[in-house]
């Protein structure tokens, strides 16, 4: 049965494209729990491949899991994914078949995707190599998930991203 007074925002995009940075100015301007999940992804990965399929089983079932739970107490919970793998479409389904869920794609070129992880608070997000950052980056891109919308993050200031999220989004 969904429960329609629920709603996620799921942010999908590239490493570096800019969804930590937008879900928490969706925290901020719009009232929803911006949900950490990197945090949660981090502490299991234990020196584990981000290509094994273990690993990945465990990431979006915890992923699930802790957004239902939020859910439980929360009306409105944003979080981010890069959206890779077969274990984010079930989960995806799951969460759709339950809540409200609003995909909003989050665009940015290779460079400055490469640049702004390079930048990256290490105790807060998961460290990747450039190897591995591209490899992800390039998977992200070609698989191309549907989304409700998108937000091109280049350029634009904290200013201009609130007025997109109110104008075309969150209205």
């Not at 299991?44 to 491949?49: A, E, I, T």
Request: charged residues 25%.
């Amino acid at each position: 049965m969904k429960m329609t007074n629920k709603e996620i925002i799921l942010l999908v995009g590239p490493k570096g494209s800019g969804k930590s940075y937008i879900g928490s100015l969706i925290r901020e301007n719009f009232n929803y729990t911006f949900l950490r999940v990197e945090s949660w992804v981090k502490q299991m990965r234990n020196g584990r491949s981000v290509d094994d399929p273990g690993y990945l089983s465990e990431v979006f079932e915890t992923i699930e899991l802790g957004v239902r739970n939020a859910l439980e107490t929360e009306k409105k919970v944003v979080f981010e994914s890069t959206g890779l793998t077969e274990y984010f479409d079930v989960m995806l389904t799951n969460l759709r078949r339950d809540f409200q869920v609003i995909i909003i794609g989050i665009v940015a070129n290779a460079e400055l995707c490469r640049n702004r992880v390079a930048a990256l608070d290490q105790s807060i997000h998961i460290n990747v190599s450039d190897e591995e950052l591209h490899l992800i980056n390039a998977h992200v891109r070609q698989k191309s998930i549907e989304c409700d919308h998108h937000i091109i993050n280049e350029n634009k200031t904290k200013h201009e991203i609130i007025e997109e999220l109110k104008t075309g989004i969150l209205l």
